[in-house]
């Protein structure tokens, strides 16, 4: 291996002097110059005294004077597309066969617009969150954000990253959503590609532009009042909702008396309507805590109910444990 982690190097087409922080592969390196990682190829580099001796001309050192200091210029990354781009880097290792297999994935936030963004990035596996980061990118750059292993590309990985503005702009939109999932086939088939086209690596386009602020439709509510509706403010929407209840009683006889003439069916059909309404009444309060008292029984309305809980987004957690009052007929549930 010609390089190693450490050596002094110098980017050949900008001659910024740099050093090798990893090797990447047989062709490969990454590099780190004036704070900034990227990868690079290694005819791209060389030792810097190697370009030392091997200049034609020697130029003679010259007296600067403090008023003769130009100002550093950061070389202006060439621009290839519009949009922000998730980019991966396979990174290969050997097997006991001597046969190339890729160990990890190195993934990049590509910016190839001009304006910056500020990015929340977040990634899950089989729905379960690893990893998180949020930072801002400059535009024409590139971030490394982390590495991922192989093996975990497997587990069904989506990558989301919430975008806004750096510099906010009343007609462009608060924040941007964008969300990849990669499948199995399909990152074998870009790794493939990539080989064969003797690449780096492969990007995924987020976004083209960042979009513009949608417009509220504005809804003309006179008419509604005219026809005989009530019209209430938002704010005060809570006052006139039905009062949330602390506990409910599902039992048939507490929520209707013509019961009798009911099937199975019809009554846990009218059981699970009564617990919707005021399951839904008691997030709108914003309460803590509901207690369902659904009996003992066959277990058929409790496990029905504790189905729905599982589901339901604003459910921090619920037990279904003795209670001095309602013994094991009863399921608590806290909320968010």
Known sequence: MKYQIGDKII?????????????????M?????RG????????????????????????????????????????????????????FIPVFDKDIFDDDV???????????????????????????????????????????????????????PRFDVIFSLQQEHKKKAPYFETSLKVKGKQLFKKIEETQHNNKAGFSYELFTSYPDKVAEERVDLSSLGNAGFRLYDAKQARSHMPPARSVIDLHI?????????????????????????????????????????????EGKLRDEIHEILKYKKDVKSFINQFHPLYGFGATEIYFK
């Open 36 to 87: 900034v990682k990227f990868p690079a190829y290694m005819d791209q580099i060389d030792f810097p005294y190697f370009k030392m001796f091997t200049e034609k001309k020697l130029v003679p050192k010259k007296k600067i004077f403090i008023d003769d200091v130009k100002k550093e210029k950061t070389p202006v990354r060439k621009k290839t597309a519009d949009g922000v781009f998730l980019h």
């Open 253 to 297: 006889e507490k929520i209707t008396d013509g019961w009798k003439q009911l099937s199975n069916f019809e009554i846990l059909t009218l059981q699970l309507n009564e617990f919707e309404k005021y399951y839904e009444l008691s997030v709108a309060h914003h309460q803590a805590s509901l207690i369902v008292i659904h009996g003992v029984g």
């Open 102 to 156: 890729v160990e990890k994935m190195k993934v990049y936030l590509i910016n190839e617009n001009e304006e910056g963004y500020a990015f929340d990035y977040n990634l899950y596996f089989a729905g379960e969150h690893n990893f998180q980061l949020k930072n801002k990118i400059e535009g024409l750059s590139q971030f490394y954000l982390h590495d991922v292993s192989f093996e975990d590309m497997s587990d069904s």
């Open 11 to 27: 980017v050949l087409h900008s001659d910024e002097e740099g050093k090798v922080i990893e090797i990447i592969n047989d062709k």
């Open 29 to 33: 390196v990454m590099i780190e110059v």
